[in-house]
């Protein structure tokens, strides 16, 4: 494990097909899209709380079944840090046998996935039908239901704290004046470098491969990176997720790019760069900034496979 890593910041782009990614609170024959108001007109957005689930799921699918809890009825989990992943990575609000109620904050840090592109110019309604199985010869019965669709550019992004990942902090006294004890917080570290390592690098993995998106058996779509910033820090912030922004319907935002990756370069983090072609529509434009920077572009899959090595 490289110690002199104290954070990961990940943002990227993700361009979907015609699809539903996260539901909103529709009537019963009315499945809608989650949206957001801008200036006035709809886009699409998944929420975080979706996105740390399909994260979750991903990295499931790479684990034995004893390395992660599921949550019970009441939504409580394990709370174990030292011997589940998913309790580690994502916190847990639980109630502990013989301790009482513990929190974990989140050393995962999952943004919103937002849709950048208007939602009325790039929707469509569906009309589906339920079938339902009945009794031998009762008539078939069925609902009718209509279902949302959009095309979108979803930015997302992720943030880890890898200093507190398989850590808990711990209450401990500085010293005592008169008598009177001065308390201090203190991470104890419960996992050893090479299983901090591993978790990371799981979690690196289901950014790359993540699939279980909500209505895909109908809806099939891809959600991974298309174009995406990585930095490497000696540092915690959240300063990368500032450098992608859209002008002028799919063209990046060049000038905020070079000012954000300045920036990190200066207080001596490592960036990053992948794409695929055509996600954007100024994309000579963006690969220039970046290799005026000294920014190596590869595809994303590759960038998310160099990070799992260096770390």
């Given at each position: 494990?490289?110690?002199?890593?104290?954070?990961?910041?990940?943002?990227?782009?993700?361009?979907?097909?015609?699809?539903?990614?996260n539901?909103?609170?529709?009537?019963?024959?009315?499945?809608?899209?989650?949206?957001?108001?801008?200036?006035?007109?709809?886009?699409?957005?998944?929420?975080?709380?979706?996105?740390?689930?399909?994260l979750?799921?991903?990295?499931?699918?790479?684990?034995?079944?004893?390395?992660?809890?599921?949550?019970?009825?009441?939504?409580?989990?394990?709370?174990?840090?030292?011997?589940?992943?998913?309790?580690?990575?994502?916190?847990?609000?639980?109630?502990?046998?013989?301790?009482?109620?513990?929190?974990?904050?989140?050393?995962?840090?999952?943004s919103p996935?937002?849709?950048?592109?208007?939602?009325?110019?790039?929707?469509v309604?569906?009309f589906?039908?339920?079938?339902?199985?009945?009794?031998?010869?009762?008539?078939?019965?069925?609902?009718?239901?209509?279902?949302?669709?959009?095309?979108?550019?979803?930015?997302?992004?992720?943030?880890?704290?890898?200093?507190?990942?398989?850590?808990e902090?711990?209450?401990?006294?500085?010293?005592?004046?008169?008598?009177?004890?001065i308390?201090?917080?203190?991470?104890?570290?419960?996992?050893?470098?090479?299983?901090?390592?591993?978790?990371?690098?799981?979690?690196?993995?289901?950014?790359?491969?993540?699939?279980?998106?909500?209505?895909?058996?109908?809806?099939?779509?891809?959600?991974?990176?298309?174009?995406?910033?990585?930095?490497?820090?000696?540092?915690?912030?959240?300063?990368?997720?500032?450098?992608?922004?859209?002008?002028?319907?799919?063209?990046?935002?060049?000038?905020?790019?070079?000012?954000?990756?300045?920036?990190?370069?200066?207080?001596?983090?490592?960036?990053?760069?992948?794409?695929?072609?055509?996600?954007?529509?100024?994309?000579?434009?963006?690969?220039?900034?970046?290799?005026?920077?000294?920014?190596?572009?590869?595809?994303?899959?590759?960038?998310?496979?160099?990070?799992?090595?260096?770390?």
């Amino acid at each position: 494990m490289n110690k002199n890593i104290k954070a990961i910041n990940l943002v990227w782009l993700s361009r979907t097909g015609l699809t539903n990614m996260n539901s909103g609170e529709g009537g019963s024959n009315f499945v809608d899209i989650k949206k957001y108001r801008f200036q006035g007109r709809e886009y699409p957005y998944v929420s975080g709380q979706a996105m740390r689930f399909y994260l979750k799921e991903a990295i499931r699918r790479n684990i034995a079944p004893e390395e992660a809890c599921v949550a019970d009825q009441a939504g409580e989990t394990c709370g174990l840090i030292d011997s589940c992943i998913l309790c580690d990575l994502f916190g847990f609000m639980a109630t502990i046998p013989d301790v009482g109620a513990k929190t974990r904050v989140s050393p995962v840090k999952v943004s919103p996935a937002i849709g950048l592109l208007p939602f009325d110019d790039n929707s469509v309604v569906d009309f589906l039908t339920r079938r339902h199985r009945v009794a031998e010869g009762e008539r078939m019965e069925g609902d009718i239901v209509n279902v949302e669709l959009g095309m979108n550019l979803y930015k997302a992004g992720v943030s880890i704290d890898v200093a507190k990942i398989g850590a808990e902090e711990r209450d401990f006294v500085i010293q005592k004046i008169k008598e009177k004890p001065i308390h201090g917080i203190k991470l104890e570290q419960l996992i050893n470098d090479n299983e901090r390592q591993h978790r990371i690098q799981l979690l690196l993995t289901a950014i790359r491969t993540f699939s279980d998106y909500s209505k895909q058996a109908r809806l099939l779509t891809d959600f991974t990176p298309d174009f995406i910033l990585v930095s490497v820090q000696d540092h915690y912030s959240h300063r990368l997720q500032k450098g992608i922004e859209l002008e002028d319907g799919m063209r990046l935002n060049v000038n905020r790019l070079k000012e954000v990756i300045g920036e990190l370069s200066e207080n001596g983090c490592t960036i990053y760069a992948g794409s695929l072609d055509g996600i954007v529509e100024n994309q000579d434009e963006v690969l220039s900034i970046l290799s005026d920077a000294k920014i190596t572009v590869q595809k994303p899959a590759e960038v998310i496979n160099q990070l799992i090595e260096l770390v």
